[in-house]
């Protein structure tokens, strides 16, 4: 459509709430409508104003109601987008505070010295943070352990945390143990928490013995947390070396009597270094998590061990 004459140019007074109203006047030839004024507060009809009615600049912010005007310059869920917010342009003071607190929100700390204690890995032993398949006792993830034949042998634990320990101290100790059918189709075939210790034994000159937590058997297909202090478990610890009593290939012991064995009036055994493993004896396929020493739990995870 051309439009061959003046447009009509219509002002739109806001007035004041004392009084008045919206005036609206023409500046036009003859068959154009004659001016009116519409008292303040009558609502225009919808569609009454359009584009023909508007000159370029002749209405401001002032003459809009506050709640249109709110609704224009407001930010609503999803309406901003990488197309509408210039690079740099959105601080930390610009989010919104439950946004800011999780995004500044710290991760889990990691513990420093755990890993494969790999002077006692042999063969084709593996022990490996990472995810299970299965509702693991803590967190999300376990330390799985393999040792695809008798020859192989998988340690995974810490040399430098729990250096200097005493073994009479320790008062609260377990893991939590997943191994399955197989496993014990092969014997007593579960995984171990080792520690390395002085034994200090009276009549010995050993400086060094691994203290052996070798569980019977738990339920195949599940998690089993296992209490190492609890004596019910039967004869389940044992030491490394000929001289050494509770012997890990003889007469083994409960906690009990490990602890009286190694408090035999001199000085007290001390801990060189903690691990949870598999081997030498079968073929093993399962994992560990949840390892309890003391007033701390160890949670293994893909990305590594917390305590808490």
Request: include cysteine; hydrophobic fraction near 40%; charged fraction near 20%.
């Amino acid at each position: 459509m051309r439009i061959t004459k003046k447009v009509i140019a219509v002002s739109v007074a806001v007035v004041a709430a004392a009084g008045g109203g919206i005036l609206v006047s023409s500046s036009a030839d003859a068959a154009e409508p004659t001016p009116k004024t519409i008292a303040a507060g009558t609502p225009l009809g919808q569609g009454s104003i359009t584009g023909w009615h508007l000159k370029d600049g002749t209405i401001y912010g002032a003459d809009i109601n506050p709640d249109v005007v709110k609704w224009f310059t407001g930010t609503w869920d999803n309406t901003v987008t990488s197309n509408s917010v210039k690079d740099g342009a959105l601080g930390e003071v610009d989010l919104n505070a439950a946004l800011k607190a999780k995004l500044n929100a710290s991760g889990p700390t990691y513990l420093k010295h755990w890993g494969p204690l790999n002077r006692n890995v042999l063969g084709n032993g593996r022990s490996e943070l990472g995810n299970t398949s299965t509702a693991a006792p803590l967190g999300d993830g376990a330390l799985n352990i393999d040792t695809p034949s008798a020859a192989d042998k998988a340690s995974f634990g810490n040399e430098v945390d729990f250096t200097g320990d005493l073994v009479k101290d320790i008062s609260k100790l377990g893991v939590s143990v997943y191994t399955t059918g197989e496993n014990a189709a092969r014997g007593n075939n579960m995984p171990s928490i080792t520690f390395e210790i002085n034994p200090h034994i009276s009549g010995s000159t050993r400086t060094y013995s691994s203290m052996v937590f070798a569980p019977n058997n738990s339920t195949s297909n599940v998690w089993t947390a296992l209490d190492a202090t609890d004596d019910s478990l039967g004869k389940v610890w044992g030491l490394t070396g000929a001289d050494m009593p509770c012997n890990i290939n003889g007469a083994r012991c409960t906690w009990t009597e490990l602890q009286a064995a190694l408090n035999d009036g001199g000085e007290d055994a001390a801990v060189i270094s903690l691990a949870v493993g598999k081997g030498r004896d079968y073929e093993f396929h399962g994992a560990v998590d949840k390892l309890v020493y003391n007033a701390k739990t160890y949670n293994f995870e893909a990305a590594g061990v917390t305590a808490s």
